[in-house]
T-cell receptor, first 115, second 112 residues
């Protein structure tokens, strides 16, 4: 069974640029959530996708957008990058949305640095 | 909204026991999770509590009191590899989907 994978591992961008981060969910998982984790802090929920539809969003501006594909992989897009967007971006998948247990399995993350 | 508090840092000795407390405020509580995160790595699932009481998994145990909005993670027989951040996360059935709200994490340093 393949776990959650993310690409790229590291990325350096400059202010104002756009970035796309990718995530492949664990086999059999149809729900993908994205989190932003600043250094020394806990992950912050960005949004979740369930069966290709956005299913909940955290307190992030519209320049953070996403997609989920029929194979349940997902993309996170960030436009007009700001210095504060520098963080570890984590993708997590789970078998169902809002299930009674539904622990989330995290990928290794993408470390984004905005200069 | 949801608010989760946990200590920033704790230090303990190899072979000892450490208890990491987590207090939370949420409406529509639907489970509390503990994750372990080594520096530069992804969080890995440790435990889940939705009913009051103690859940034991080997060297790790987690306790929940819903009436007090309180949980703790107990790490026994500490090993050097247990040096990591421990994240407390709460799920609410009032939040769309499977969203987890995380605390800031507790960094545990295990000394020889």
């Amino acid at each position: 069974e393949t776990g959650v994978t993310q690409s790229p591992t590291h990325l350096i961008k400059t202010r104002g640029q756009q970035v796309t981060l990718r995530c492949s969910s664990q086999s059999g998982h149809n729900t993908v959530s994205w989190y932003q984790q600043a250094l020394g802090q806990g992950p912050q929920f960005i949004f979740q996708y369930y069966r290709e539809e956005e299913n909940g969003r955290g307190n992030f501006p519209p320049r953070f957008s996403g997609l989920q594909f029929p194979n349940y992989s997902s993309e996170l897009n960030v436009n007009a990058l700001e210095l504060d967007d520098s963080a570890l971006y984590l993708c997590a998948s789970s078998p169902t949305s809002g299930g009674a247990y539904g622990e989330q399995f995290f990928g290794p993350g993408t470390r984004l640095t905005v200069l | 909204g949801q608010n989760i508090d946990q200590p920033t840092e704790m230090t303990a000795t190899e072979g000892a026991i450490v208890q990491i407390n987590c207090t939370y405020q949420t409406s529509g509580f639907n489970g509390l999770f503990w994750y372990q995160q080594h520096a530069g790595e992804a969080p890995t699932f440790l435990s889940y509590n939705v009913l009051d009481g103690l859940e034991e998994k080997g060297r790790f145990s987690s306790f929940l009191s819903r009436s007090k909005g309180y949980s703790y993670l107990l790490l026994k027989e500490l090993q050097m590899k247990d040096s990591a951040s421990y994240l407390c996360a709460v799920r609410s059935y009032k939040a769309a989907g499977n969203k987890l709200t995380f605390g800031g994490g507790t960094r545990v340093l295990v000394k020889p």
